[in-house]
Nanobody
Framework: QVQLVESGGGLVQAGGSLRLSCAASGSAFSILSMSWFRQTPGNLREFVAAISWSGSDTFYSDSVKGRFTISRERNKNLMYLQMNSLKPEDTAVYSC???????????????????????WGQGTQVTVSS
């Protein structure tokens, strides 16, 4: 079983930066592809970014490309989302997620499908003021 816990959310002014962390428990972390999603009230989860189990492949939504960077430290069971040049429309609850190790590899085509993911964190609130 894998448990995911996010941290690092908060209130920041537009143009500012935040770094989110996702801590994973369980030995399967090192072979998990992982992603960040975000959600605002009344809306569906929106894919933000994904990273392969090795860390060599990363994918981003068009809305955050060039501003956000996903990374991971496999030996520490940690994944990060560095968010720069934040905008008010980035305000959301951000969650990390992972598919089961036996599930399909994440690709730019399927990474945004929340149905692929078996493990979810509880989320951390990011609020960007204008």
């Amino acid at each position: 079983q894998v448990q995911l816990v996010e941290s690092g959310g908060g209130l920041v002014q537009a143009g500012g930066s935040l770094r989110l962390s996702c801590a994973a428990s369980g030995s399967a972390f090192s072979i998990l592809s992982m992603s960040w999603f975000r959600q605002t009230p009344g809306n569906l989860r929106e894919f933000v970014a994904a990273i392969s189990w090795s860390g060599s492949d990363t994918f981003y939504s068009d809305s955050v490309k060039g501003r956000f960077t996903i990374s991971r430290e496999r030996n520490k069971n940690l994944m990060y989302l560095q968010m720069n040049s934040l905008k008010p429309e980035d305000t959301a609850v951000y969650s990390c997620a992972a598919p089961h190790p036996s599930g399909p590899a994440l690709t730019p085509t399927n990474a945004g499908s929340s149905n692929l993911y078996d493990y979810w964190g509880q989320g951390t609130q990011v609020t960007v003021s204008s």
